[in-house]
C-alpha cells in the first residue's frame, strides 16, 4: 500500500479525534472494544454499492409505515442489526462524488432506517403511556372526580335514622297533693323500665340550595375539567420530551458512525507507516508518533461510548424500558427538509395561545376557584333548614301518663341559624380564596409570556438549523474538492502531508456538521411543535 493514501488517512483521524470532545456532548456511539448492553452501535448499509437517494421529508417528521405497531410499555423493542464494517472501499468513498452528489454516502446508509426500528409514534406513545407526571395527573383527576360526587350528594336532603334501648333504675312516682287525701294508687304512676326509641328525620338545607350547592358543584366540574386538561398537556410534554430524547440518540449513531471511521483511518495510517518504514521510507519516530495518535483515538472514543450510553439511558427514562436490548433507527434523520412553509412568527405565538392545553387549564382552575370562593361567602347569611322527624317509641314522652306500648309521633319545622363569629371568619376565609384566583390569573400571564417567548426562540432556532443543513451541506462539498485536489497536489509533490491531513480533518469535520444540522433542525422542529401546541 503507498504512502500517498496512508498518511492523508491517518491525518484525517487525528481531526476526528479532536472533534470527538464536542460530539460527545450530545453522546457519541461505543468503541468497538466495548460491547456493553447499552452501548450504541454503528449498522450496516443494505446495499454498499449503490449510492442511496435522498428522498424529501414531509412536513413534520417521516412517520412509521402505514400499520407499524406501537408497542405497550412491557413489550419488547427491536434489536439493532450488526454493526457496520467500515473496510477500505468505505473509506476511500467518503470523498469519492459525481458532479455534487456523493458515488456512496456511508453515513447515510449507517443511519438509515431499518425495518423493524424504532419509529416516532412508537416512542411518543410508549412515553406518553408510562409517564410518571401523567400517572400523578391521572390520580388528581381521579381525585376531583370524587369531589363531584361529593358535591351531587350533598343535593339530597339528609335523611338521619337513629334507634335505642334503655334500662332505667327503679324509682317511684308519687302525687303529693298535700293535706288532700286521694287513694294510694291514683297518686302513683308506673315507671317503664325498658324503654325503646326509633326515630327518623329528614333535614332540607333550603339556604344552601341558593347559596352553596349549585356554586360547589359547578366549581368541582371545572376543576374535573382542569385535570383532564392537565392530563393531556403532560402527555403531550411527555411526547415532546421523548422526541427529543430520540434524536439526540440518533445524533450519537451518527457521531458513532464518523468516530469509527475515524478510528479506522487511523489504524490505515499506522499500519501503512510501518509498510513505509520496512521499505525505508519512514522513520520509527513516525511510526510512534502514529501509534500513539491511534490510542489517543481510542480513548477518545470511549470518551464518546461514555457520552452516548447517557443518551441511550435518557431515551430508555424517557420510555421507561428495561433490559439490555439494542436498538435499531426507524426514521430517516438525514433526510432534506420540506421548502420552508412557515407563517410569521406573530401568528405562531398567537396560535400557540388559543391553543396551548395548560393556559386552557389554567383558566379552568381560575373558574373553579371563583366558584369555591362564592360557596365561602354564603358564610356571611343565615342557614335556613327544613326538617320532619317522626318518633316510635316505647314509652313514648310526649304521651302521658306512660304506657308500656309502642306510639307513633311526628314533628315538622323550620329553623334559622347565624352564628356571628363565623361571618367575621368568612371574611378572612373569602379574602383567601380570591388571593388564589388573583394568583392564578398572575400565573397564566407568566405562562403566556413564557410561552410567547417559547415559540419565538423555537422559531428562530428552525430557521437557524435550516440554515445550518444548506451550510454544511456546502462545507461538505467543499471539503470533498479540497481532499480530491489535496490529493493530487500530493502525489506530484507540490504539497506536504501535513496539508493532506488538514484536508480530510476537513472533511471528517464537515460530515459531523451535516449530521449535527439535521437532528437540530428536527429537535427544533420537536419544539416549535409543542410551543405552538399542533403540527406545523
Known amino acids: 500500500m503507498n504512502r500517498t493514501l496512508s498518511i492523508p488517512t491517518a491525518a484525517a483521524l487525528l481531526a476526528v479525534l479532536w472533534a470527538a470532545p464536542a460530539a460527545a456532548q450530545d453522546g457519541a456511539p461505543p468503541a468497538p472494544e466495548d460491547d456493553g448492553p ?9 446495499d454498499a454499492t449503490a449510492p442511496k437517494p435522498r428522498p424529501q421529508r414531509p412536513p413534520g417528521v417521516m412517520p412509521p409505515k402505514p400499520g407499524a405497531p406501537i408497542p405497550s410499555p412491557d413489550a419488547p423493542m427491536p434489536q439493532a442489526p450488526p454493526p457496520l464494517v467500515i473496510d477500505d472501499a468505505a473509506l476511500d468513498a467518503l470523498a469519492a462524488s459525481e458532479g455534487e452528489e456523493l458515488t456512496r454516502d456511508v453515513v447515510a446508509e449507517a443511519m438509515s432506517p431499518r425495518p423493524g426500528g424504532l419509529t416516532l409514534e412508537q416512542v411518543e406513545e410508549r412515553a406518553a403511556e408510562s409517564s410518571y407526571q401523567v400517572a400523578a395527573a391521572q390520580a388528581e383527576l381521579k381525585a376531583s372526580a370524587a369531589r363531584v360526587d361529593q358535591a351531587f350528594a350533598a343535593y339530597f336532603p339528609k335523611l338521619t335514622f337513629n334507634a335505642g334501648y334503655s334500662r332505667l333504675s327503679r324509682v317511684v312516682n308519687r302525687l303529693d297533693f298535700g293535706d288532700i287525701p286521694i287513694p294510694e294508687d291514683a297518686a302513683t304512676f308506673p315507671v317503664i323500665l325498658n324503654q325503646w326509641t326509633f326515630s327518623a328525620t329528614l333535614d332540607v338545607p333550603i339556604s344552601d340550595y341558593i347559596f352553596r350547592l349549585t356554586q360547589g358543584y359547578a366549581a368541582a366540574k371545572n376543576d374535573v375539567e382542569a385535570r383532564e386538561m392537565e392530563i393531556k398537556a403532560r402527555q ?23 468516530s469509527s471511521i475515524g478510528i479506522a483511518l487511523s489504524d490505515r495510517l499506522l499500519k501503512d507507516t510501518k509498510v513505509a518504514l520496512e521499505a525505508g521510507v519512514a522513520t520509527e519516530a513516525d511510526v510512534q508518533r502514529f501509534e500513539a495518535q491511534l490510542a489517543q483515538s481510542k480513548h477518545l472514543q470511549n470518551v464518546a461510548t461514555n457520552a452516548a450510553m447517557v443518551a441511550n439511558r435518557a431515551l430508555r427514562t424517557q420510555m421507561h424500558l428495561d433490559g439490555n436490548d439494542q436498538l435499531a433507527i426507524g426514521v430517516d434523520v438525514l433526510s432534506d427538509p420540506p421548502p420552508e412553509s412557515l407563517p410569521p412568527v406573530k401568528e405562531l405565538e398567537d396560535r400557540a395561545i388559543e391553543s396551548r392545553i395548560e393556559l386552557k387549564a389554567l383558566d379552568r382552575t381560575a373558574t373553579s376557584l371563583e366558584g369555591v370562593a362564592s360557596v365561602r361567602r354564603a358564610g356571611y347569611y343565615p342557614r335556613i333548614n327544613a326538617f320532619a322527624t317522626g318518633l316510635y317509641a316505647n314509652p313514648n314522652q310526649r304521651i302521658f301518663p306512660q304506657t308500656n306500648r309502642f306510639d307513633f309521633t311526628w314533628e315538622l319545622g323550620v329553623r334559622l341559624s347565624w352564628t356571628i363569629n363565623d361571618t367575621f371568619t368568612t371574611l378572612g376565609v373569602v379574602d383567601e380564596q380570591e388571593s ?47 481532499l480530491a485536489i489535496r490529493r493530487m497536489q500530493f502525489q506530484a509533490g507540490d504539497v506536504v502531508a501535513t496539508d493532506l491531513v488538514d484536508a480530510e480533518a476537513q472533511l471528517i469535520q464537515a460530515i459531523l456538521q451535516r449530521i449535527d444540522a439535521h437532528v437540530d433542525y428536527l429537535v427544533a422542529e420537536a419544539r416549535l411543535e409543542f410551543a405552538v401546541g399542533a403540527k406545523l
Open 38 to 46: 447499552d452501548a450504541p452501535e454503528v449498522e450496516p448499509a443494505p
Open 236 to 258: 403531550l410534554e411527555a411526547r415532546a420530551n421523548a422526541k427529543i430524547a430520540y434524536f439526540n440518540w440518533v445524533r450519537a449513531q451518527g457521531q458513532g458512525v464518523v
Open 436 to 482: 388564589q384566583v388573583d394568583a392564578i390569573k398572575a400565573q397564566r400571564g407568566q405562562l403566556e409570556d413564557a410561552i410567547r417567548m417559547e415559540v419565538t426562540r423555537a422559531y428562530y432556532d428552525l430557521k437557524t438549523a435550516r440554515s445550518a443543513i444548506d451550510s454544511a451541506k456546502q462545507r461538505e462539498k467543499s471539503a470533498r474538492t479540497n
